[in-house]
């Protein structure tokens, strides 16, 4: 109760915050007004025709996230299942449709997983990262895939290699990390201009970590102090990447990457007994390249893009009880994807496009029995944006084949749908700093490899998982004069309805997932989003921003069931971040929040399955130093301040107090 009051107060003071510094006088204005807070500018994310948000290179340094899907907790909405420590998978489900419903983009190609169709994003360091943005529906680029209309929602990747800045002058970094329980993670990039307007790019980052954590475990009437068991992680992550620009201003990126990593997964902690044996590599490649020109005095746009992938993953478990003796089971996914998308403005307001992509995957593995399944998609989508001064338009309609064939057995059936969304939003004059913005639009996804055809638990038969979203939201932002300078907020309502939804929930076994079909489930919430930035005078600068989700996702399928109306596993009503930074010459302090209400782990909410609540906060400094040529940022980080004892998932406990120092040097 005490941390939860803590969290909630701090929670309470971010809301009022703006408003209070806006409410002091402003005796120095002339003199605030030359303070240009330029590390704080953001993209446009609030006067977007959709809810989108966005992490900029500077707030990802302001936040306990060393991985993607760490930060993904800090925007509103998003769900983040986290199974602990350094290594722990990390999935992401935004406005409670399931991991499968968000789509991922790195660099703007789509990244998938016909498995498991969930992105495992403690894969995707952010020491390279130039941004993370999410965006609900469809983004705001009319020249895009087709594939990036399938999903609910889009988080994209976007990388330092094919920045701007790229093509500008020579640039390299190098820096390393250590922390609490063994943790040591080096990283250095180089990019080097070539001529001809060419670029090359290579990066690299490895991860050594004990994670042998320290945990608390209280059973009523007794308790106990034990450590992690088999969290050890090693990783390796390297890129080399070639951008050029043409003389009539085309690019051209290629990126080949690789990831190589070796994982212990901590077991459930179980009568007092956290034993396990299970371990996870993957292995990782990919080769992907897009062509991107406008012409036609930029009327036209053209968008071409192609990807081949191999991901290897084994996963063993010498505890398992079978005849072999164990599990060790061993995945080979292969992926070749194109796509081309063109655009063209007509007249003045008007602009259409056209994109077809298509993809071709397969799997392999050593399981007796196995049906070796392949799947062919092709995506096709046709789209309109109407833009006047004040209001704009846009909508689309996307129709998705699917084909899977197997070697032995029988197939999922051929799936053809044809899904639309229509946005709009609209402001009142010129001058107003309100905006209304309203969106719907169907999606459905295709029930994935270990869904259809994984021995015991696959089953041919299932259906596709339909959902229709519904999103009604306003937007105030506008620069302000005086100690605020610039504020920005969004309150959006949605509705979701989701027909067949498959639901994957931990078992005993962490690779292995139960897979439940709720039949039908509504999902009601609200989404707040907050940013602001000022300074007290031409030396302090000051950023805050703030999440908030409350929602409601209940089962509705049978009301003779003992789930009717009960929350779907692991959505907490209430959830949200908030992140405070103080600038002062060469110094930075801040602090961070990230916090959850009660969660159920099955769908009968009662006691048994109840998992409480948690509030994690953080603090941070940095110093910045120059020497000659080279700059130095040296940073302090303490973890988990309150030493708050919680789980995300239900017997995974996560890290308690913990510290972390970094050293970064570059001539950026």
Partial sequence: MKTAFITYAFLGVWLLWPAILFAQQQDSVKTLEKVTVGSQKKKQTFTAITPAQSLSRQTLQQINAPTVGDAARFFSGVLVKDYGGVGGLKTVSVRSLGAEHTGITYDGIPVSDAQTGQIDLSKYSVTFVQSIDLQQANAQTMLQPARAYASAAMLSINTLSFSTEALQHNRWQAGLKAGSFGLWQPAAGMNLVLPKHMAIGVNAEGIVSKGNYPYYLDNGTSSTHAKRQNTDVKSFQGEVNLLKQFADSATWQVKLSGYNSSRGLPGTVVFYNDRSAQHLWNE???????????????????????????????????????????????????????????????????????????????????????????????????????????????????????????????????????????????????????????????????????????????????????????????????????????????????????????????????????????????????????????????????????????????????????????????????????????????WTAGYSLLFSGLRYVLGENNAYNQVEGWGVHDVFVTRQLHIKQVAMQVKGEVNNITHQKYDVVRYFPMPGRSWKISLLFNNL
């Fill in 284 to 586: 990782d490649y990919y080769l992907q390249s897009r062509y991107r020109k406008y012409f036609n005095h930029n009327k036209t746009g053209l968008l071409v893009s192609a990807k081949a992938t191999r991901s290897y993953t084994r996963y063993i478990d010498p505890d398992y009880l079978n005849n072999t003796n164990g599990l060790d089971n061993r995945f080979t996914q292969y992926e070749y994807y194109a796509s081309a998308a063109l655009s063209q403005l007509i007249g003045e307001r008007l602009t259409a496009s056209a994109s077809s992509d298509a993809a071709y995957m397969k799997l392999n593995s050593n399981m007796a029995d196995f049906v070796y399944p392949t799947r062919k998609s092709f995506w096709n989508n046709v789209a309109l944006n109407y833009a006047r001064p004040l209001w704009q338009l846009n909508g689309s309609a996307l129709l998705t084949t699917i084909n899977d064939q197997v070697k032995s057995g029988k197939a999922a059936g051929t799936i053809n749908k044809l899904t639309p969304s229509f946005a709009f939003n609209g402001k009142v004059s010129a001058q107003s700093p309100f905006m209304l913005r309203l969106f719907y639009k169907h999606v459905f996804r295709m029930p994935t490899f270990n869904d259809l055809y994984y021995r015991i638990i696959g089953n041919v038969s299932l259906r596709p998982e339909y959902a229709r979203q519904y999103n009604a939201g306003i937007v105030y932002a506008s620069p302000v004069k005086g100690v605020v300078k610039h504020l920005s907020i969004s309150v959006d309502a949605y509705y979701n309805s989701i027909k067949d939804k498959i639901v994957a929930i931990p078992g005993k076994y962490l690779f292995g997932w139960t897979m439940l079909n709720l039949g039908r489930v509504s999902i009601k919430g609200v989404d707040v989003s907050t940013e602001a930035d000022g300074a007290f005078s031409e030396q302090v600068s000051w950023f805050t921003r703030m999440s908030y989700t409350f929602q409601h996702a209940l089962d509705v399928t049978d009301p003779a069931s003992a789930t009717w109306k009960n929350r779907i596993p692991y959505t907490p009503d209430h959830s949200g971040s908030a992140l405070a930074s103080v600038s002062y010459r060469k």
